[in-house]
């Protein structure tokens, strides 16, 4: 696994596949690994770069607070040090907070958008879901336990644990075996979620973007979607049905197809064939 020193810390990232670039930014308490049922896919249309976000997986914890603006700048002096000019960027969760301000701040770098299970600016739900996980985090001491019995229960359906309790339990068993980030490092990126705020900034996002939810999503639930769409202009929207929060594990194969699609749209090759002969 590579690493590059970036805005004063050390990122960890994973690089495979051939192809435009395609930057994948994991959700809150996640390293590289959690885009594994993606990047399977992905990797044979694009060069796939996952990386750890700061106090995760390997890459660098430092003291301190800091923001979803703070990571995206991360990840634009990551693409700096691994000479990425341009790439399509995609995130899950805290991963599409990190995603937006990327495309706001740097639209320069970003070549199109993928934000799934987003959100414009957290509200008095999301503080207070939060808020339990960290209360959680501490009793237990363990962030992938909390992830397990706490954030779990939030990112699937019901139908989903009733019908397939071995793939919960396989997907519980994948998380307790990746690098365990601290519950230091877990507080400080909850509370980046937690004052997470971009509503203004919207305007600036200028990629082509791609914003989808589980149609039975509690923590970034629909009422996000039309803020989303009417707030960045070069948008679309697309509904899983009969998903939550964590939709690349729950419909995998639907959600593959559906964002692939988009991102194969807005390669090169797509983008001229769409254009037509000149």
């Known amino acids: 696994m590579p690493k590059v020193k970036a805005n ?24 590289h690994g959690c885009y594994a049922f993606q990047v399977a896919e992905y990797v044979k249309h694009f060069t796939c770069i996952s990386l750890d976000l700061r106090g995760t997986g390997e890459s660098e914890h430092q003291s301190g607070a800091y923001s979803t603006e703070t990571l995206a700048e991360d990840v634009a002096a990551f693409m700096q040090a691994t000479g990425v ?33 987003s ?14 996980w960290q209360v959680m985090a501490k009793a237990l001491n363990s962030v992938p336990e909390t992830t397990v019995r706490g954030i779990f229960p939030w990112c699937f359906t019901p139908e989903l644990y009733a019908a397939k309790p071995e793939y919960i339990d396989s997907l519980a068993a994948f998380v307790r075996s990746r690098p365990a980030q601290s519950v230091a490092s877990f507080i400080q990126q909850s509370n980046a979620v937690i004052g997470h705020d971009a509503v203004s900034h919207l305007g600036r996002i200028g990629a082509p973007t791609q914003i989808t939810f589980g149609r039975f999503d509690q923590v970034t639930s629909l009422r996000f979607a039309e803020p989303l769409k009417n707030g960045i202009r070069n948008s679309e929207l697309v509904i899983l049905e009969g998903a939550s929060h964590g939709m690349i594990y729950e419909k995998v194969e639907e959600f593959n197809q559906k964002t692939l699609a988009f991102l194969k749209r807005h390669t090169g090759m797509e983008a001229t064939r769409a254009a037509g002969p000149a």
């Open 85 to 117: 000019q341009r790439a399509h960027v995609m995130g899950l969760s805290l991963g599409s907070a990190v995603g937006m301000w990327l495309a706001a701040k740097h639209p320069e770098k970003v070549l199109s958008l993928s934000l799934h299970s």
């Open 8 to 31: 004063g810390i050390t990122i960890n990232y994973e690089q495979q596949g051939s192809g435009e670039p395609l930057i994948l930014i994991p959700f809150l308490s996640a390293e």
């Open 119 to 132: 959100w414009t600016k957290t509200d008095p739900l999301i503080k207070t879901v939060l808020e339990g």
